[in-house]
Antibody
Framework: QVQLVQSGSELKKPGASVKVSCKASGYSFTKYGLNWVRQAPGQGLEWLGWINTNTGYPTYAQGFTGRFVFSLDTSVNTAYLQISSLTAEDSGLYFC????????????WGQGTLVTVSS | QSVLTQPPSVSGAPGQRVTISCTGSDSNIGAGYDVHWYQQFPGRAPRLLIYGNNNRPSGVPDRFSGSKSGTSGSLAITGLQAEDEADYYCLSLDRSLSGSRVFGGGTRLTVL
């Protein structure tokens, strides 16, 4: 069965960087796009962008270019989200999610990684 | 502020029917892009409920249905159950944002 397992919670100081991992199993990793979604505390879902797991080409939503970087290691079926120059506004639950077959929408989700930015 | 507008909250009694709207514009839903719906319980990952306006993934009860008309989409839940109490989000694409996916602001469903 499709599984996405994300790395554990992170506590970072302002200005630091964080790298969240998302390890996929149960399907052919390079056949489906991989999305990143954020949920700030008490807020709604926000699509950060997606990465083409076949080409490695990332697409970032408006407002998430520069400090946000999507990457892959296809040898271990893992996607990464790195965020640099963290501020308190980056705190939240970060999800990876695989596209549904033949649809450009997230269907299978990781459990989420809580990132807390605090001095 | 999302480009897709949902009511912040809706409520209904067990057994009733409720609907949740998702209002967009000519650059997203009105441009022909599909509407999709997710259910999320607090602290949990979202679950795809409806895709392509009115299709249910396997395992989703037929109490959940979707529709689309003009610049809006709608999620209907019939035979409301206590376990339906959750947050619901619509999703579409927006051509003014280079085809980015966009979520609605979310709707909290309360079962009275």
């Amino acid at each position: 069965q499709v599984q996405l397992v994300q790395s554990g919670s992170e506590l970072k100081k302002p200005g630091a960087s964080v790298k969240v991992s998302c390890k996929a199993s149960g399907y052919s990793f390079t056949k489906y796009g991989l999305n990143w979604v954020r949920q700030a505390p008490g807020q709604g879902l926000e699509w950060l962008g997606w990465i083409n797991t076949n080409t490695g080409y990332p697409t970032y939503a408006q407002g998430f270019t520069g400090r946000f970087v999507f990457s892959l290691d296809t040898s271990v079926n893992t996607a990464y989200l790195q965020i640099s120059s963290l501020t308190a506004e980056d705190s939240g639950l970060y999800f990876c999610a695989r596209d549904r077959h033949q649809w450009l929408i997230p269907e299978f989700w990781g459990q989420g990684t809580l990132v807390t930015v605090s001095s | 502020q999302s480009v897709l507008t949902q009511p912040p909250s809706v409520s209904g009694a067990p057994g009733q029917r409720v609907t949740i709207s998702c209002t967009g514009s000519d650059s997203n839903i009105g441009a022909g892009y599909d509407v999709h719906w997710y259910q999320q319980f607090p602290g949990r990952a979202p679950r795809l409920l409806i895709y392509g306006n009115n299709n249910r993934p396997s395992g989703v009860p037929d109490r959940f249905s979707g529709s689309k008309s003009g610049t809006s989409g709608s999620l209907a839940i019939t035979g409301l159950q206590a376990e339906d109490e959750a947050d619901y989000y619509c999703l579409s694409l927006d051509r003014s944002l280079s085809g980015s996916r966009v979520f609605g602001g979310g709707t909290r469903l309360t079962v009275l």
